[in-house]
Protein backbone atom coordinates (compact mmCIF):
# COMPACT_ATOMS: atom_id res chain seq x y z
CA UNK A 1 0.00 0.00 0.00
CA UNK A 2 1.12 3.81 -1.12
CA UNK A 3 0.38 6.97 0.94
CA UNK A 4 1.03 9.97 -0.59
CA UNK A 5 -0.15 12.55 -3.33
CA UNK A 6 1.46 12.04 -7.09
CA UNK A 7 3.93 14.79 -7.35
CA UNK A 8 3.15 14.84 -11.04
CA UNK A 9 0.40 13.43 -13.52
CA UNK A 10 2.48 10.99 -14.88
CA UNK A 11 3.40 9.05 -11.52
CA UNK A 12 -0.39 9.19 -10.88
CA UNK A 13 -1.00 6.91 -14.26
CA UNK A 14 1.80 4.61 -13.25
CA UNK A 15 0.69 3.96 -10.10
CA UNK A 16 -2.92 3.51 -11.20
CA UNK A 17 -1.92 1.09 -13.50
CA UNK A 18 0.21 -0.94 -11.27
CA UNK A 19 -2.65 -1.54 -9.12
CA UNK A 20 -5.16 -3.09 -11.73
CA UNK A 21 -2.28 -5.31 -12.70
CA UNK A 22 -0.68 -6.07 -9.13
CA UNK A 23 -3.14 -7.42 -6.66
CA UNK A 24 -0.67 -6.86 -3.80
CA UNK A 25 -0.26 -3.00 -4.36
CA UNK A 26 -2.44 -0.36 -3.44
CA UNK A 27 -2.29 3.30 -4.06
CA UNK A 28 -4.52 5.65 -1.64
CA UNK A 29 -3.27 8.96 -2.33
CA UNK A 30 -3.09 11.46 -0.01
CA UNK A 31 -4.20 11.46 3.30
CA UNK A 32 -4.70 13.17 6.31
CA UNK A 33 -2.55 13.18 9.35
CA UNK A 34 -4.45 11.62 11.57
CA UNK A 35 -5.34 9.01 8.58
CA UNK A 36 -1.49 8.02 7.52
CA UNK A 37 -0.88 7.84 11.39
CA UNK A 38 -3.34 4.97 11.52
CA UNK A 39 -1.91 3.60 8.35
CA UNK A 40 1.57 3.12 9.68
CA UNK A 41 0.09 1.84 13.18
CA UNK A 42 -1.21 -0.74 11.36
CA UNK A 43 1.26 -1.74 9.21
CA UNK A 44 4.11 -4.25 9.33
CA UNK A 45 6.78 -2.05 7.81
CA UNK A 46 7.38 1.13 6.21
CA UNK A 47 9.18 2.05 3.07
CA UNK A 48 10.49 5.21 2.64
CA UNK A 49 12.63 5.44 -0.99
CA UNK A 50 12.62 8.96 -1.07
CA UNK A 51 15.93 10.20 -3.22
CA UNK A 52 15.00 13.48 -1.40
CA UNK A 53 14.86 14.67 2.37
CA UNK A 54 11.30 14.28 2.90
CA UNK A 55 11.19 10.73 4.84
CA UNK A 56 12.10 12.41 7.73
CA UNK A 57 9.03 13.16 9.78
CA UNK A 58 7.63 9.90 8.34
CA UNK A 59 10.35 7.97 10.06
CA UNK A 60 9.85 9.97 13.37
CA UNK A 61 6.57 8.93 13.40
CA UNK A 62 6.78 5.28 12.60
CA UNK A 63 9.67 4.98 15.22
CA UNK A 64 7.22 6.74 17.98
CA UNK A 65 4.43 3.82 17.18
CA UNK A 66 6.96 0.94 16.58
CA UNK A 67 6.84 0.43 12.98
CA UNK A 68 9.93 -1.07 11.22
CA UNK A 69 11.36 1.20 8.43
CA UNK A 70 13.07 0.30 5.68
CA UNK A 71 14.72 3.32 3.60
CA UNK A 72 16.68 4.56 1.21
CA UNK A 73 20.10 5.20 2.27
CA UNK A 74 20.32 9.13 2.07
CA UNK A 75 21.69 11.49 4.39
CA UNK A 76 18.40 12.53 5.88
CA UNK A 77 17.41 9.30 6.56
CA UNK A 78 20.94 8.12 7.27
CA UNK A 79 21.43 10.93 10.45
CA UNK A 80 17.83 9.54 11.88
CA UNK A 81 18.24 6.05 11.64
CA UNK A 82 21.98 5.63 12.24
CA UNK A 83 24.93 4.75 10.14
CA UNK A 84 24.25 0.79 11.27
CA UNK A 85 21.03 0.96 10.80
CA UNK A 86 19.94 -2.51 9.77
CA UNK A 87 16.95 -1.38 7.59
CA UNK A 88 18.73 1.04 5.03
CA UNK A 89 19.54 0.49 1.02
CA UNK A 90 21.45 2.24 -1.74
CA UNK A 91 19.63 4.73 -3.73
CA UNK A 92 17.60 3.54 -6.67
CA UNK A 93 18.52 -0.23 -5.41
CA UNK A 94 15.34 -1.95 -5.73
CA UNK A 95 16.64 -5.50 -5.72
CA UNK A 96 18.54 -4.46 -2.71
CA UNK A 97 14.95 -3.00 -1.55
CA UNK A 98 13.15 -6.38 -2.60
CA UNK A 99 15.73 -8.69 -0.54
CA UNK A 100 15.07 -6.49 2.61
CA UNK A 101 11.52 -6.91 2.44
CA UNK A 102 11.78 -10.59 1.61
CA UNK A 103 14.50 -10.79 4.37
CA UNK A 104 11.75 -9.41 6.87
CA UNK A 105 9.24 -11.75 6.07
CA UNK A 106 11.70 -14.51 5.97
CA UNK A 107 13.68 -14.19 9.08
CA UNK A 108 11.86 -13.12 11.57
CA UNK A 109 13.85 -12.18 13.75
CA UNK A 110 15.51 -9.53 11.25
CA UNK A 111 12.05 -6.95 11.83
CA UNK A 112 13.07 -7.66 15.59
CA UNK A 113 16.38 -6.02 14.95
CA UNK A 114 14.61 -3.57 12.66
CA UNK A 115 12.32 -2.79 16.05
CA UNK A 116 15.20 -2.56 18.77
CA UNK A 117 17.31 -0.46 16.75
CA UNK A 118 14.03 2.14 16.34
CA UNK A 119 13.73 1.67 19.69
CA UNK A 120 17.05 3.01 20.78
CA UNK A 121 16.70 6.05 18.58
CA UNK A 122 12.97 7.02 19.75
CA UNK A 123 13.38 9.35 22.37
CA UNK A 124 15.12 11.28 19.94
CA UNK A 125 12.47 11.94 18.57
CA UNK A 126 10.14 12.81 20.85
CA UNK A 127 8.57 16.43 21.11
CA UNK A 128 10.77 17.80 24.09
CA UNK A 129 13.91 15.87 22.59
CA UNK A 130 13.33 18.18 19.08
CA UNK A 131 12.53 20.93 20.85
CA UNK A 132 15.75 20.80 22.64
CA UNK A 133 17.84 20.01 19.44
CA UNK A 134 16.01 22.90 17.67
CA UNK A 135 16.85 25.18 20.80
CA UNK A 136 20.46 24.41 20.40
CA UNK A 137 20.37 24.86 16.02
CA UNK A 138 19.03 28.28 16.77
CA UNK A 139 21.91 29.45 19.86
CA UNK A 140 24.55 28.17 17.91
CA UNK A 141 23.32 30.11 14.75
CA UNK A 142 22.94 33.16 16.81
CA UNK A 143 26.56 33.19 18.54
CA UNK A 144 28.17 32.55 14.84
CA UNK A 145 26.25 35.52 13.70
CA UNK A 146 27.03 37.34 16.97
Not at 10 to 39: C, D, F, I, N, V
Request: one cysteine or more.
Amino acid sequence: MQIGDALAPAMKAKALALARREPRYRWLGGRTHPQSLGWIARSHLLVVSSAMEGGANVIAEAARIGTPVLASRVSGNVGMLGRNYPGCFPLFDEQALARLIEKCFRERNFIGRLKRALAARRKLFAPAAERAALGRVVREAMRRGA
